[in-house]
């Protein structure tokens, strides 16, 4: 199993910017999916941004280019950098992983997304971000 712990959330004016963190623990993350989902009251879970391995990232249409997600495999943590941060960013930001099928590492992005729970995903308890 993986463990995954998630700190940085905060109150902040639009426009303003926040450095989630996520530090995992149970596996080492180098043979993950590793991403966001952003919870919000009476809406599905919504996908943020995935990072694999290899270094490679997507982003949903409504962060790209304001968000930033980076790994450092050696602490066995995720980031999530947050600009120019708009009101309907706000929610609970929940780390996730999910471990692909050998030779199938592609899922991360096209399967991981829209179906994170077909793949064994893990999740933390998330953090809230309040954008105003």
């Known amino acids: 199993d993986v463990q995954l712990v998630e700190s940085g959330g905060a109150s902040v004016q639009a426009g303003g910017s926040l450095r989630l963190s996520c530090v995992t623990s149970?596996?080492?993350?180098?043979?993950?999916?590793m991403g966001w989902f952003r919870q919000v009251p009476d809406v599905e879970c919504e996908w943020v941004s995935t990072?694999?391995?290899?270094?490679?990232?997507r982003y949903s249409d409504a962060v790209k280019g304001r968000f930033t997600i980076a790994q450092n495999n050696a602490k066995n943590t995720v980031y999530l950098q947050m600009n120019s941060l708009e009101p309907d960013d706000t929610g609970s930001y929940v780390c996730?992983?999910?471990?692909?099928?050998?030779?199938?590492?592609?899922?991360?992005?096209?399967?991981?997304?829209?179906?994170?729970?077909?793949?064994?995903?893990?999740w933390g308890q998330g953090t809230q971000v309040t954008v105003s």
């Open positions: 996730a992983s999910a471990r692909p099928r050998t030779g199938d590492e592609a899922s991360c992005f096209t399967k991981w997304p829209q179906t994170p729970n077909r793949m064994g995903t893990y």
């Open positions: 149970g596996d080492t993350i180098d043979r993950y999916c």
């Open positions: 990072i694999t391995s290899d270094g490679s990232t």
